[in-house]
């Protein structure tokens, strides 16, 4: 039977943006969309489907402390797609096992410049691709 304190809590979460932790992370998703195409086949009455490519996809989620985002914002301007690696990792003490998993080639889709709203804390959300990954711990 399943104990629910061994269900792992992204409170134990950690991200480092090329080497350096970023402790105003407050969320980090990195995924993998498979990209298909539709495959009829005589005597079967279900579709099934081949995986053509796939694309990596992802959001960062980070609080404004510092502007994190000039060099990117400067270098996209100049007409450069400046690249990044995430390392992130969870280790709660109460669910089993580590994992810690790099993503590299990260590209980011938007790059913010500015924004803010009185009354309210300035959350960014910045979804972005990246190229491969690698499990650099999982237990």
């Not at 498979?34 to 995986?51: P, R």
């Not at 490519?53 to 992802?58: N, R």
């Not at 889709?109 to 979804?127: L, Y």
Request: aromatic share 12%.
């Amino acid at each position: 039977m399943l104990e629910a304190k061994r269900v792992a809590s992204g409170t134990y979460g950690n991200l480092w943006w090329d080497n350096e932790l970023i402790a105003e992370c407050y969320k980090f998703e990195a995924k993998y969309t498979k990209n298909k195409e539709e495959v009829a086949l005589c005597g079967q009455f279900i579709t099934d489907s081949k995986t053509t490519s796939a694309k990596g996809t992802g959001t960062i989620g980070i609080y404004a402390v510092t502007n994190r985002w000039r060099a990117y914002a400067d270098a996209l301007a100049q007409g450069k797609d400046e690249r990044a690696t995430f390392v992130g990792a969870l280790d709660d003490p109460d669910s089993p096992g580590t994992t810690r998993v790099a993503i590299y080639g990260v590209s980011f889709d938007e790059v913010p410049v500015q924004s803010f709203e009185a009354g309210q804390i300035i959350k960014q959300e910045v979804p972005f691709t990246f190229m491969s990954h690698k499990f650099l711990e999982a237990s």
